[in-house]
């Protein structure tokens, strides 16, 4: 009995052994695969994010600096000559001057006109009500479904623009007038999408605020300035890059209506990276064009961002 009992001891204590000489291998294959499961769930995203947006940005940058051919396929190293051509030739100068004209009259103009229209929505009354459908119209249909239609609305002989006005105005053709066209074609396009975001905002303003001030006997405009654009500061401030970002890529407008014309007179630089790319083969000059743009962009949105406690307000 006693060697038995021996027996099933020694049994017993060599199981222990395996089973706590076995737990630290498990436990730390626990922590590993539990430490790398996370990284492997977002590999996929991460190879899509390689694949499609940064290696065409590198190779962007790459083909910047060289001559190519045809095909795209760098042939001889330039350096910085690519990017010099922007600020040296009249063509591009111009580019840029229509680019930086067009882009400040559509931010400027398109946040006025979605905020003065998110105001007027937002007033209390029947007559108000058909408001926020009519101004969300713009969001309707895609850029060049519209750009389609305003084209036929300014077209200078059959247009319904100038039958109503009963001109001859050439909208399109007139260097002078042709990218301001353009641009009221873009405000209008994007003041759909501003007028959401802006509207919403005001609904969030504490009534509460805007009670107290009228019996504070503020006016009007002492509300507007301090206690709707503070309270609206955030989405404003949205709406300003969003802005900001989409009249810089303006294209779809630009290609259907002008393709860059009369002469160069709308020709915007995303218009000018497609045309160079793509009809004239000139890979380097668009990819530094391109680069100049994401730079250009980027600039701006760090200024803002950098200026974003002083213009915000979230309390």
């Not at 009995?1 to 021996?6: I, K, L, T």
């Not at 989405?235 to 014309?261: K, R, W």
Request: hydrophobic share 50%; aromatic share 14%.
């Amino acid at each position: 009995m006693q060697n038995f009992a021996g027996a099933e001891a020694a049994l017993k204590t060599g199981v222990a052994g395996e089973k706590s000489g076995s737990h630290p291998k498990a436990a730390v294959k626990h922590k590993v695969i539990k430490a790398i499961f996370p990284y492997l769930c977002i590999l996929p995203a991460c190879a899509c994010f390689a694949t499609f947006q940064y290696f065409p940005f590198l190779r962007t940058l790459f083909l910047s600096l060289f001559l190519t051919d045809n095909e795209g396929n760098a042939k001889a190293f330039r350096g910085f000559k690519n990017y010099a051509l922007i600020f040296t030739s009249h063509d591009y100068q111009q580019v840029l001057l229509n680019t930086f004209l067009f882009a400040g009259i559509v931010i400027v103009l398109s946040l006025i006109i979605s905020f003065t229209t998110a105001n007027l929505a937002n007033i209390k009354g029947r007559a108000f009500r058909a408001f926020p459908i009519l101004f969300t119209l713009p969001i309707a249909a895609a850029a060049g479904s519209f750009s389609l239609l305003f084209e036929k609305m300014f077209d200078p002989t059959m247009g319904i623009v100038n039958k109503f006005l009963h001109q001859d105005v050439r909208w399109f053709t007139d260097p002078n007038l042709a990218l301001f066209t353009v641009a009221a074609i873009t405000i209008w396009m994007m003041s759909g999408s501003n007028f959401l975001y802006l509207f919403a905002g005001l609904k969030n303003v504490p009534q509460e605020l805007l009670e107290s001030a009228e019996i504070d006997g503020a006016n009007g405009l002492v509300k507007l300035f301090h206690i709707v654009i503070p309270c609206l500061s955030p989405m404003l401030f949205f709406v300003l890059i969003t802005d900001i970002i989409a009249a810089f890529q303006s294209f779809t407008q630009v290609q259907i209506i002008t393709q860059g014309g009369p002469g160069n007179a709308t020709s915007v630089i995303v218009y000018s990276i497609y045309r160079d790319a793509f009809f004239n083969f000139r890979f380097g000059p668009a990819a530094a064009q391109s680069v100049f743009l994401f730079a250009i962009v980027l600039i701006i949105t760090l200024i803002q961002f950098k200026n974003e406690k002083r213009m915000v307000h979230y309390e």
